[in-house]
């Protein structure tokens, strides 16, 4: 899955209770200015987001949840200064909703491009589709890159975060 759109945040606006987005600092109203969008994940497995074209020193900042009352940690990054373009990625969760946030660190203003993809989770992601192996020896090969962890599963030994 794959998408892409064009925005700006000319004549955006901070508002109470909005994060700071990590690398933000005050325009002269006392918010940080940003533009925002919703995405909700249909599959679990990768999303990434990147800022593809600005010219303008922008933060891109994603954030799990579905009201600015309730999100969650989000992660944000500084387009860099030679090209000035960031990414993101996370791994996610089918019907999971997630906040993007575009934002300005100085009063100046911007068009950009967003661009999104989804890599979907391995299917033996889940604890009920695991992969049956058979027999008293054999070769099985798999990457974890997509794969999620999901709701109560336990931390396997010291890694956290991922099993397939």
């Not at 794959?2 to 109203?29: K, L, M, Q, V, W």
């Not at 987001?49 to 992660?75: E, F, H, M, Q």
């Not at 203003?109 to 054999?138: H, I, K, V, Y």
């Amino acid at each position: 899955m794959r998408g892409t759109i064009n925005g700006t945040n000319s004549g955006a606006t901070g508002e109470p209770g909005a994060p700071r987005h990590g690398y933000c600092f005050p325009d002269s109203d006392s918010f940080v200015s940003s533009v925002w969008h919703r995405w909700t994940a249909l599959q679990s497995g990768r999303f990434e987001i990147k800022i593809g074209s600005t010219s303008a020193r922008l933060v891109l900042a994603l954030y799990p949840g579905s009201d600015l009352g309730n999100l969650g940690s989000g992660t944000y990054d500084l387009t860099r200064l030679y090209d000035h373009r960031t990414e993101l990625g996370i791994r996610v969760r089918a019907g999971s909703t997630y906040r993007i946030a575009v934002a300005s660190t100085t009063s100046s203003r911007s068009t950009f491009g967003l661009e999104w993809s989804l890599a979907p989770a391995p299917a033996n992601d889940d604890f009920t589709n695991a992969q049956n192996l058979a027999g008293d020896t054999g070769t099985f090969s798999a990457t974890l890159s997509t794969a999620t962890a999901e709701a109560n599963e336990p931390g396997h030994s010291d890694l956290t975060g991922s099993a397939a």
